[in-house]
C-alpha cells in the first residue's frame, strides 16, 4: 500500500513490493514500539550464529573463500547492528575485535566466556 492508502501507517501496513512498485520483492513489517526493533536483531543474531559456524569451519578446513564470504557477511552485521541499536554490548565487542569463537560461545548461551585476549591483545595478567 501507498501512504494515501495506508490510513494508520504506524500499525503495520506493508509497503508494495511488486517489481512495478519499486520494493525490492522483500518487505519486512515493522509494528511501532521495541518488539520490532529485538525480533531484527533476534533473527540477525541467527544469522550471525551460522556465518560463525560456518566461518569456523572454513578456517577449519582451510577454504579461503568460505572464510573471506563469511568474514565479510560477519562484518556487515556487525553495521546493521550497530546502525540498529540492538546488538547487545558484548556480541558487539566479539565481533567488532574478530573473537569469533567467543561470539559463537555468546549465541550458545555460554557464561563462562574467558577474558583476556580480544583482537590479538596479550591476555590481562
Known sequence: MKGDDCPDIQHGCTA??????????????????????????????????????????????????????????????LAQGRSAGGLHPQLDHFLGNRSYAKALMFLGGATDIPAGACGGRPAKG
Do not use: H, W, Y
Open 16 to 77: 508494495d513490493t511488486s517489481p512495478r512498485g519499486g520494493g525490492s520483492g522483500i518487505a519486512i513489517t515493522l509494528k511501532v514500539g521495541n518488539s520490532g526493533i529485538s525480533f531484527l536483531i533476534a533473527a540477525m543474531e541467527s544469522q550471525i550464529k551460522a556465518s560463525l559456524i560456518s566461518l569456523l569451519d572454513g578456517i577449519k578446513r582451510s577454504d579461503g573463500a568460505v572464510v573471506t564470504r563469511e568474514m565479510a557477511r560477519l562484518d556487515d552485521f
